[in-house]
Nanobody, 118 residues
Framework: QVQLVESGGGLVQAGGSLRLSCAAS????????MHWFRQAPGKEREFVAA????????SYADSVKGRFTISRDNAKNTVYLQMNSLKPEDTAVYYC???????????WGQGTQVTVSS
């Protein structure tokens, strides 16, 4: 059974930092690209960041580039999202996603709430 469990969300003031974690089990993590998405109230879910299976390639949404960093530890089956210089518009539920090559599989976590106060 595949599980993706996010943690690390919470309430932070603007300008602050949070580090999200997503612990994976039941899938070949070390060969799986991992992603972070977010969904704000009343808005569609949007891409935040992605990292290749090796960690050698990363990509970011323009809105978070330079502030957020995605990383992974394949020994711990965990992907991270370090979020710095947080803004109120970063408030959302953050989800991790595991997607196999060519979409062979596609799993989502349950999400973790991030709230940034002004």
């Amino acid at each position: 059974q595949v599980q993706l469990v996010e943690s690390g969300g919470g309430l932070v003031q603007a300008g602050g930092s949070l580090r999200l974690s997503c612990a994976a089990s039941g899938l070949p993590f070390s060969s799986t690209a991992m992603h972070w998405f977010r969904q704000a109230p009343g808005k569609e879910r949007e891409f935040v960041a992605a990292i290749s299976w090796s960690g050698g390639t990363t990509s970011y949404a323009d809105s978070v580039k330079g502030r957020f960093t995605i990383s992974r530890d394949n020994a711990k089956n965990t992907v991270y999202l370090q979020m710095n210089s947080l803004k109120p518009e970063d408030t959302a539920v953050y989800y991790c996603r595991a997607r196999g090559v060519g979409g062979a599989y596609d799993y989502w976590g349950q999400g973790t709430q991030v709230t940034v106060s002004s």
